[in-house]
């Protein structure tokens, strides 16, 4: 009879409390019994072997378990505890039954299994020279192939197919992700695209990569941190790319040429598909690339599919499932009571944790804990310090400095995004300098640090449920193969409430689910900007090809109403072909929106903003407005993470607008405080802007606290407002939105992106030019080079006539000359009355003038351009912007056409221009257009 059947009885115990009271041992039952291998045991562990009752052991067992059909009615029934170890008299929870109990018993049985005690005989590595080209052993990096990889050769060489490769993780996908790439490289000529979902993936995918460098290969990485070089791109062999990243080049038609030659698409950690966040762009780029036109061969990569044939079935892929894994792994859920007050919660998980490391460490074991924000890292990698001795009095966690040194100082390590010493600390972990790192999820999606032990303190990310398919990542670093750990131990900490969701969360797997109808919208337009559909039937082709569809969202309702949100927010627009048939373009501002990867739903929700706001008498009031709008409508900054401690300090930045000098008031009581508004989502981003808008000095190399509040808290902000701010700006051309707001955007977007030179207002301009001469490959050295030896000259903005090229600028010498051609130098805004603006300057500029919210664009033909008004309704202020991102404006707009304010004393080392490159500042423009005063101006 099966366990849990009708009419079975089984009574299986899990004992890890040494202090527990002895079981009662039901006659004429299957009774199972799990110890740990822990010499406290061994009375127990004798008698129960005397009984005849089967035991096995576990090291590191820490749950305390009964699942038992043994009872007057004969239920199947789950009792627990919590855990011994985060308290000294553990509390038991109520018996429960139904799915959980049923949950419960397959994970024991998992573990049961496990744990038989049977010669472990390790699989044997295979030559490489058997199975693979002779030319292609000098790119793998161990001449042997272990069985995992062994068994997907043959499918990855047969490349008329597509690939779904579902192996545990640690068993060596990667090398299978080698072999894909090399078999269209070097065997059929055409690139490869390898998709990884995080940008530090890249940076571990690049070095694992950079022997292919040295043999020949020509290997670019491409993410968010790193700018592209088009015609590097357009050579390369193999292109290692953020998910993100790759689709941002599909929408780029420079690249079009080059997408054109991938053959095959490499996609790591494919089950990403059911990610809220991620899974949407990954599965429009997939269902167009499995497109039987497409020519692309895929390869997905995953650990973690349940629903694998269902997968595998819509990318018309060949599934090949391999069991083998390299060690043995274990996974516990641990538990601590839960509680309505948070705090005592997140202290229980904390000293749980801390207690798991101290006994997996204390048997020379390497432990990774995951964290579910930054500040549980720094407070976790604190009490752990302080249980392996380390003197911890007085450190805060937000004291970065000494929070590094005492950590280090006993072995323990962190990571997280923004953390000064997070490659110190890869480093240090992977040479075992350190045995502890403490980490957030961003390192468990591949990022090769593997452990002994796993321990996962939260099941919330900010404000987040955690997914199954991030912890069994997270579990998946325990016990890899080459460390010497060929045994791992996984422990996920949770609160008695959701033990049973997670068991059984855990024994069933990941199931991929479709999240594109969140953002449906964006792909069908990012769709129509790459010219794959033109019509509603073409969208309904598209929409068929998808996993939502195939997964049985059949209705076209979301798709019509989709193309309808679309046309009514100017992103499309509707005609008719010869036949009377509708078709739908993108507009201008679809392009830029789709190609800048903006949401379209947030981005109507900005310009319908911005065109109800009243215009802004003065540039602060201005910078405020359009910060305020940013931050509380872009919901990555509107959710920004603040631990609690921090949300006083951000409310005392806004009550200064960001000026750190008022700050000075406030600590003198000049009753300020007491003014104060409680914090409200969308604070963190409206502080950290206006303190780069008014205290941009605050941004120094050296900055760890600014205003109260980490740098590295407000580091999400201002990697994040870029986009949008970019976005804003480039519609000065477009007129989409109003002009002021466009200036105002393209400056403060361009001192958010380079807050390192700590740029005022009025800055953007010269940026701007910097970035021009400094060309995409050159962006990251050259562009700080190029401003810190314009200001030292007192160049202030584009604005000078020698014709000579700096010496860092990138450009050729036609290149610069268009350059200086380009720019908005040698624009002449005249008002001749009060109802006339001419204006005259490069060609593809415009001329946009406004009154009140009113706002009117006219095009510059032929180099000049006139906008009329009826009497009595003159304009009240006017701009012209440049097809290349420049522009120029009237009244108190002209404080961002240059720094208004004198730069701060520099001594400039390698200055790039000469005092004959450059007129001096405040010279005649060149171009051909005298130098005429701008009416507003001081």
Same mark, same amino acid.
Do not use: M
């Given at each position: 009879m099966e366990p849990g059947a009708p009419g079975a009885r089984l009574h299986? /115990?899990?004992? &890890? $409390?040494?202090?527990?009271?002895?079981?009662?041992?039901?006659?004429? *039952? !299957?009774?199972?019994? /799990?110890?740990? &291998? $822990?010499?406290?045991?061994?009375?127990?562990?004798?008698?129960?072997? *005397? !009984?005849?009752?089967?035991?096995?052991?576990?090291?590191?067992?820490?749950?305390?378990?009964?699942?038992?059909?043994?009872?007057?009615?004969?239920?199947?029934?789950?009792?627990?505890?919590?855990?011994h170890l985060a308290r000294p008299v553990p509390r038991e929870f109520s018996p429960v039954s139904g799915a959980p109990a049923a949950a419960a018993m397959a994970a024991f049985d998992l573990m049961w299994h496990t744990h038989e005690p049977v010669d472990q005989v390790p699989a044997h590595p295979v030559p490489a020279e058997r199975l693979v080209p002779a030319d292609w052993l000098t790119f793998l990096p161990h001449p042997t192939l272990n069985p995992a990889q062994a068994q997907a050769v043959p499918h990855v060489l047969d490349e008329t197919v597509n690939l779904l490769v579902v192996a545990p993780t640690g068993a060596g996908k990667t090398v299978i992700g080698m072999l894909a790439a090399l078999r269209t490289v070097t065997e059929q000529g055409r690139k490869a695209a390898w998709l990884v979902p995080q940008r530090s993936l890249t940076d571990e995918l690049d070095r694992e990569l950079e022997t292919w460098r040295q043999r020949g290969l020509r290997v670019e990485r491409l993410s968010g941190e790193y700018s592209v070089d088009v015609d590097r791109v357009r050579e390369a062999d193999l292109w290692v790319a953020t998910t993100e990243k790759f689709e941002a080049i599909c929408r780029a038609s420079s690249l079009r040429e080059a997408l054109a030659e991938v053959g095959c698409l490499i996609v790591d950690e494919i089950h990403l598909l059911g990610d809220a966040t991620r899974g949407p762009v990954l599965e429009a780029l997939l269902a167009r690339v499995r497109d039987e036109g497409s020519g692309i061969r895929t390869v997905g990569l995953s650990a973690t599919v349940s629903n694998a044939e269902q997968i595998a079935?819509?990318?018309?892929a060949r599934l090949v499932r391999i069991a083998w894994r390299p060690s043995r792994l274990t996974w516990q859920l641990p538990v601590v009571a839960s509680s309505t007050d948070w705090g005592l919660v997140e202290t229980a998980r904390t000293r749980l944790a801390s207690a798991i490391t101290t006994r997996v460490a204390a048997e020379h074991g390497s432990v990774l804990v995951f964290c579910g924000s930054k500040r549980g890292v720094r407070r976790t990698a604190l009490i752990i310090a302080a249980a392996r001795g380390a003197d911890i009095h007085g450190v805060h966690p937000d004291d970065l400095d000494r929070l590094h040194r005492v950590c280090r100082s006993v072995g323990v390590g962190l990571h997280y995004k923004g953390w000064d010493h997070r490659r110190e600390a890869e480093r240090a972990f992977r040479a075992r300098d350190i045995d502890v790192l403490v980490a957030t999820s961003t390192l468990a999606a591949g990022v090769n640090l593997p452990a002994r032990a796993v321990v996962v303190r939260d099941t919330q990310v900010g404000l987040n449920s955690i997914d199954v398919a991030t912890v069994q990542q997270m579990f998946g670093r325990a016990g890899r193969v080459g460390t010497g750990e060929a045994e791992g131990w996984a422990f996920l900490i949770v609160d008695e409430t959701e033990r049973a969701a997670w068991q059984a969360k855990l024994v069933a797997g990941h199931a991929v689910s479709s999240q594109i109808q969140s953002s449906l919208a964006d792909h069908v337009l990012a769709e129509a900007v790459q010219r794959r559909i033109h019509s509603p039937d073409q969208a309904e082709q598209w929409w068929v090809r998808t996993l939502a569809h195939h997964q049985g969202n059949r209705s076209l309702a979301p798709l019509r109403q989709a193309i309808a949100f679309l046309v009514a927010a100017g992103y499309l627009t509707v005609g008719q072909d010869e036949d009377g048939r509708s078709r739908f373009a993108p507009t201008e501002l679809g392009v830029l929106t789709a190609r800048l990867m903006v949401s379209t739903t947030i981005g109507h929700r900005l310009r319908t903003a911005l065109a109800n706001a009243a215009l802004p008498g003065a540039p602060a009031d201005a910078e405020r407005t359009l910060i305020a709008l940013v931050a509380t409508l872009v919901p990555k900054l509107v959710q920004a993470p603040i631990g609690e401690e921090h949300k006083g300090a951000v409310t005392r930045l806004l009550a200064v607008d960001g000026r750190l000098g008022a700050l000075a008031d406030q600590s003198r009581g000049t009753g300020v405080e007491a003014g104060l508004a409680s914090y409200a989502p969308g604070d963190l981003a409206r502080a950290t802007l206006l303190v780069l808008a008014n205290t941009p000095g605050a941004f120094h190399a050296r900055a760890r606290l600014i205003g109260g509040v980490p740098y590295a808290t407000m580091y999400p902000v201002l990697e994040e407002a870029p986009r949008y701010l970019h976005w804003l700006g480039c519609q000065g051309l477009l007129g989409t939105v109003p002009p002021w707001a466009a200036v105002v955007a393209a400056d403060l977007g361009k001192r958010v992106r380079w807050r390192r030179c700590q740029p005022t207002r009025g800055a953007g301009r010269l940026l701007w030019m910097c970035e021009q001469m400094a060309t995409p490959a050159w962006l990251d050295t050259a562009v700080p080079a190029l401003w810190a030896a314009a200001t030292a000259r007192g160049v202030t903005s584009p604005d000078w006539s020698a014709t000579g090229q700096p010496r860092h600028c990138h450009l050729d010498a036609a290149g610069y000359a268009a350059l200086l051609r380009d720019r908005a130098t040698g624009v002449v805004i005249d008002q001749q009355d009060d109802h006339a603006v001419t204006a005259t300057g490069p060609a593809g500029a415009v001329l946009a003038v406004w009154t009140g919210r009113q706002h009117a664009l006219v095009p510059l033909r032929g180099g000049s351009a006139v906008a009329r008004f009826p009497e009595g309704s003159g304009p009240t202020g006017a701009a012209v912007f440049t097809w290349r991102g420049d522009y120029l404006a009237t009244g108190w707009l002209t404080e961002y056409t240059r720094i208004g304010s004198a730069p701060e004393d520099r001594h400039p080392v390698?200055?790039?221009?000469?005092?004959?490159?450059?007129?001096?500042?405040?010279?005649?423009?060149?171009?051909?257009?005298?130098?005429?005063?701008i009416p507003g101006t001081r």
């Open positions: 299986w /115990l899990k004992i &890890a $409390d040494p202090d527990a009271p002895l079981p009662d041992i039901p006659a004429d *039952a !299957d009774v199972r019994v /799990l110890l740990p &291998a $822990d010499e406290r045991f061994a009375v127990l562990r004798e008698k129960l072997i *005397a !009984d005849d009752v089967p035991v096995r052991l576990v090291p590191h067992l820490l749950e305390q378990e009964t699942v038992s059909s043994v009872g007057r009615d004969g239920r199947l029934t789950v009792g627990t505890a919590e855990c079935a819509w990318l018309r390698d200055v790039p221009w000469s005092r004959s490159d450059l007129a001096s500042p405040g010279s005649s423009p060149a171009a051909n257009s005298p130098a005429r005063e």
